[in-house]
């Protein structure tokens, strides 16, 4: 599962979510630009303040709970 980050009339953020759509790699979307100041406020603040990022979208591989990372782990599926 996949987590995009994005805003209305994005380009980008459309080519991203039609991609994952062609590929059927689930995903959920989430706008920063949706209307609702508090949750838009967040998802900003956390891109800005806590990633360090100014440029939608972002995208996010959803991994699971300790399991899934620990499977992932073993098997390398991560960079070190």
């Not at 980050?5 to 949706?34: D, F, H, M, Q, W």
């Not at 900003?44 to 303040?49: Q, R, S, W």
């Amino acid at each position: 599962m996949m987590l995009v980050i994005g805003k209305n009339n994005c380009p980008a953020c459309e080519n991203t979510k039609t991609l994952l759509k062609r590929k059927n790699i689930p995903y959920e979307y989430i706008s920063i630009t949706s209307g609702d100041s508090v949750k838009d406020e967040f998802w900003t603040n956390f891109l800005i303040d806590t990633l360090k990022v100014r440029s939608v979208p972002q995208v996010f591989q959803l991994i699971g709970d300790y399991n899934s990372v620990q499977s992932m782990v073993i098997t390398h599926e991560f960079g070190d």
